[in-house]
């Protein structure tokens, strides 16, 4: 299991990835914007996205749980 954490302060401007959705390394999962710069946030590893703890519009702090994937 991977746990996918937010490395700043920044607001979810988009979840791009679904509970159940297969990702590979690299896929961008949400994108979170901070003083108008857009940031994806991707997987770090292949496998499923098991649970998005995020929601769009919602403020993120440095080091927030933001998507668990379950590998493989």
Do not use: C, F, Y
Request: charged share 30%; proline share 4%; glycine share 8%.
């Amino acid at each position: 299991m991977a746990e996918v954490r937010a490395e700043m302060v920044a607001n979810v401007w988009k979840v791009v990835a679904a509970e159940g959705d297969h990702v590979d390394d690299g896929d961008t999962l949400v994108i979170l914007e901070s003083m108008k710069m857009e940031m994806p946030i991707e997987a770090p590893v292949a496998g499923t996205v098991a649970e998005i703890k995020v929601k769009e519009g919602e403020p993120v702090q440095e080091g927030a749980l933001v998507v668990v994937i379950h590998e493989g």
